[in-house]
Structures are given as structure tokens and as C-alpha cells.
């Protein structure tokens, strides 16, 4: 195992998967357990519908970059996503997590518009009109994790802010539900195994410029101050309490 996978692995999978899996001839095995999956939660090949109207998270983002989002950049990753999946015979009735976790074995294609599809999905999904606030046991996590809320909101604005170029930033939980903040580049996400960090997406956020750039031009930290205006988070617990 190259040392930079060996660090994600045991970043999975904790002190008690570093002990069980330290023979290599256990690997597959191991790699098997590290699976990180939602018992509700699971990502198809199509689009679906927005939640909202276009112009219903105005607090933070305008309609027009909302319709521009939606229905021309995240519509073409989904379009683009099945083509690739066609042509390297992916079984589209199976959950698009499948793809993402060995995204390494497919092409560049699949893997920027798989990335792509499954971010939008995820993005629209924990955002809401009114937005809500933090409660129950994602609540109590987040503070056992970072401190304090204030102290991850702080962490995670850190990860969107410095995130070089356009990429994302993610809230995950590890298979031993720890909560950690991280980023990643472009449209890959921590379910993939070419993440540095990987664990499962409760809370990402778009930080390429089509996201914001109508509205905030180059003030990117505007446009993530605003974003919490909006943020989903009874979904966004949704997804931890459906960690298996
Ligand atoms: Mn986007």
C-alpha cells in the first residue's frame, strides 16, 4: 500500500481498524469494512427536481445563479455522468456510491461528472428557504468534534475560503462517527477513493466560481457567511443519524 492511501485508510478507520487490518493479507477484507453507507440515503443517475423555487434561497444566493446552477451546470454533469456510465457499462440501477468508492477504475469523465452529480444532489438537498437551526444528536457531535458550533463554523469557512481554484468543502463522519471538515478540488468528494480525506458527506459547500460570482464577484467569504443563512440542517442531521 502507498504511504498516502495507508493514511487514509487509517484515517477510516480508526485505532480499531488499524489493528485489525495490519496484515496485509487481511486487506481486502478491511477495505470491504471501511465502506462508509447510509442506510437511507442513496444517489441515482437523474436529476431531482430542486426542492425550492429558483428565487427561494435569495438570503444567500440569487435566482438567476440558482437557475444557472441547477438547470445548466448541474444538469450537464447528470447528463454527462449517464454518457460516461454507458460507454464503461456502470449499472445504473445501482446507487451512484458504488461508482464514486472505485471512481479511480473509471475515466476522468466519470469521475468529475459522477463527483459532479452526486455534489449538486447533496448541495440543494441541505439547503433550505428559511434554513433551521442545529439540533439533536449532530448537535451534540459537532460540539464533542470541534468545541463549539462557533468553532466548526469557523473551521469549515476555513476549508471553503482556502480552498485553491474550485473544489468544494465537506463536513464528514469516519465509520467510527467522527466528524471531520475538509476539502477537496474540482468535483471529487470523500466518498471517493482518490480522496485524501474520506468519510461520508453530511454538509458540502460549492465553492466554484459559478456558484457565487454573479452576485459576490471575488468576495468569496460573503457568499459562505451567507450560505449558513440557508443551511439545511435537519437534513444535514437527516444523513448522520443514517449512518449505520
Ligand atoms: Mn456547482
Redesign the pocket.
Known amino acids: 500500500m502507498a504511504p498516502t492511501s495507508r493514511r487514509n485508510f487509517i484515517g477510516i478507520t480508526g485505532k480499531a481498524g488499524f489493528a485489525l487490518c495490519f496484515g496485509s493479507s487481511l486487506l481486502k477484507a478491511c477495505t470491504a469494512t471501511s465502506r462508509i453507507r447510509s442506510s437511507k440515503f442513496t444517489t441515482g443517475f437523474e436529476q431531482k427536481p430542486l426542492p425550492y423555487a429558483y428565487n427561494a434561497l435569495t438570503e444567500a444566493i440569487d435566482a438567476q445563479t440558482m437557475e444557472i ?1 441547477y438547470s445548466k ?2 444538469a450537464s ?1 447528470a447528463s454527462n455522468l449517464r454518457d460516461a456510465a454507458g460507454a464503461e457499462g456502470v449499472d445504473m440501477s445501482k446507487p451512484l456510491e458504488d461508482v464514486l468508492e472505485k471512481v479511480s477504475k473509471y475515466s476522468s469523465k466519470m469521475r468529475n461528472n459522477a463527483g ?1 452529480h452526486y ?2 444532489e447533496l ?1 440543494w438537498n441541505a439547503m433550505s428557504p428559511s434554513g433551521n437551526n442545529l439540533s439533536g444528536t449532530l448537535a451534540t457531535a459537532i460540539t464533542a468534534s470541534f468545541g463549539s458550533f462557533d468553532a466548526f463554523k469557523n473551521q469549515f469557512e476555513e476549508a471553503a475560503k482556502t480552498r485553491f481554484g474550485s473544489g468544494w468543502a465537506w463536513l464528514i463522519v469516519n465509520r467510527d462517527k467522527r466528524l471531520q471538515i475538509t476539502s477537496t478540488p474540482n ?1 471529487d468528494n470523500p466518498l471517493m477513493d482518490v480522496a485524501e480525506l474520506k468519510g461520508y458527506p453530511l454538509l458540502g459547500l ?1 465553492v ?1 466560481e ?2 457565487y460570482y454573479l452576485r459576490y464577484q471575488n468576495r468569496r467569504p460573503e457568499y459562505i457567511t451567507n450560505w449558513w443563512k440557508v443551511v439545511n440542517w435537519n437534513a444535514v442531521r437527516d444523513r448522520y443519524d443514517s449512518i449505520a
Open positions: 446552477h451546470h448541474a454533469y459532479g455534489n449538486h448541495f468535483q460549492d466554484w459559478h456558484a
